[in-house]
Structures are given as C-alpha cells and as structure tokens.
C-alpha cells in the first residue's frame, strides 16, 4: 500500500486520523502470511544545503501551499498535509513525531514540481546525507554521485 500527501477524509477533517483509518482497513483485510508493505510519500524540503535565495524559495513554495491543508476540499473530502520544509533537524522532528509514520516502514521522498534541476540536487544530497540515515537507512553500495 502506498499512502501519499493527499487523501480522501472518510469521515474526519483530520488528515492523520484519515490516514491511520485507512491503514487499519488495508491491515484488517491483509490475507497474506507476509507482513504487508506500506509505504508513505511526504513531500519533504531540507534546506540546510540551500542558499539563501534558495531558502526562501523553498518557504514561498511550502506558504502558497499551506491554505490547501486548512479544510478538506471537493466532493470526496479531500486532505492534504503540509509539507515539510525546514532543517534536517526540523524535518526529523516532525517525522518522528508523526502518528502515520510509525505505522509505516517506507518513506517515500516526493518532490516539488517545477523547480530548477540544482534544487533537486540540493533537495536529494540533503535528504540522502541528512535524513535518511537518521531514519535507518544505508546505501546499498556507493552512494550516487550527482551530475548537472
């Protein structure tokens, strides 16, 4: 199962409440003798490699965006939950203090649309070298090199 950054309300305005709802169905209905794989897509923003004109780019991004996470939207109710845009430190924080989170054992880094190239490479280092492995996670084999 893969849970994302928008979901329908179902009967709460509570985005994490909405999420956890759903993940309880998916695990009730689990027929397998495997444990189900649940990942979560967030969108996520460090800013600790940016520059400044960078920075604030990221924070007019994640602002004109907020509004939509305030009250639920259309017919089916649909949810957004503000991204995550700060420090590394700020990210984690979040994170782990997060509900669905802890329900969950892939995190799935999901990013801004229409943004220049470098910013992708800044977001990614950053989330590679600075989140991830405070979440447990290791390379596999060489970590990947960035080209422009």
Do not use: C
């Amino acid at each position: 199962m893969l849970i994302g950054n928008i979901t329908s309300g179902e009967g709460t305005d509570d985005y994490r409440v909405a999420q956890l709802g759903q993940i309880e169905l998916f695990r009730s209905n689990w027929s397998e003798a495997r444990p189900p794989r649940i990942a979560l897509g967030r969108v996520i923003v460090p800013i600790d490699g940016a520059d400044a004109k960078t920075r604030e780019s990221y924070r007019k991004f994640a602002e004109g965006r907020h509004a939509r996470t305030l009250v639920p939207h259309g017919e089916r109710r649909a949810l957004f939950v503000p991204d995550l845009v700060g420090t590394a430190d700020q990210i984690l924080e979040q994170l782990l203090k997060d509900p669905v989170v802890e329900q969950i054992h892939e995190l799935r880094l999901e990013l801004p649309y229409d943004l220049p190239f470098e910013y992708y490479q800044q977001i990614l280092e950053d989330f590679i070298t600075r989140i991830a492995p405070e979440l447990g996670w290791q390379p596999a084999t060489v970590r990947a090199q960035f080209a422009a």
